[in-house]
């Protein structure tokens, strides 16, 4: 065994302790910026994606997410096709135990966003519920609230009606659509 490399890792003979020393200065890397909190989320101190994912660089130049990292370190590669979910919803979060290989559609149908609550729940953003009589569907995939479409092109027709009503009489029509005879005199 090198001295070098025993002095710097210990004795690293165990192969199954620390898989190889790439592994192991990748655990030592990620483990020296988290932080545990009081829910057990190993969260990142370090770089962040504006979305709130830990990055850190693997192998020189590539940066990879600290999740992914920490599930293959831990757990083993991850399966082919598979994204990884975060079960605590923290995307920070690099704790391998809060960490599950799931289907993309899976991890998606899991989150957050309004159109995967609504999907979901049966209900629009305004909690009305989605019934045969109160849904528009667009292009045979996705689907409106027709009350609050209603809504919406009722107050896009009063702020429209507003704006010409505002105008001052003798003006050029920015509106090319609108005639000059329908304006108030």
């Not at 990292?69 to 083993?76: A, F, N, R, T």
Request: hydrophobic share 30%.
């Amino acid at each position: 065994m090198h001295y070098a490399r025993w002095r710097l890792y210990g004795d690293v003979s165990d192969d199954h302790a620390f898989g190889n020393v790439s592994d192991f200065k990748r655990r030592r890397a990620l483990m020296a910026k988290i932080r545990v909190d009081e829910l057990g989320c190993w969260v990142w101190t370090g770089t962040k994606t504006a979305e709130g994912y830990g990055q850190m660089r693997v192998g020189g130049r590539r940066r990879d997410y600290t999740h992914r990292v920490s599930y293959q370190l831990h757990k083993g590669p991850i399966p082919e096709g598979l994204a990884i979910d975060h079960l605590c919803k923290n995307r920070a979060c690099a704790n391998p135990e809060h960490l599950e290989a799931v289907h993309p559609r899976i991890n998606a149908m899991r989150g957050d966003a309004p159109g995967i609550v609504a999907y979901r729940t049966n209900r629009c953003k305004r909690n009305h519920e989605f019934t045969p009589e109160n849904t528009i569907t667009v292009g045979g995939r996705w689907r409106r609230c027709r009350t609050c479409e209603n809504a919406w092109q009722r107050e896009r027709r009063a702020k429209k009606k507003a704006a010409v009503n505002a105008m001052p009489v003798g003006e050029p029509n920015p509106h090319p659509r609108t005639p000059p005879s329908s304006r108030p005199a």
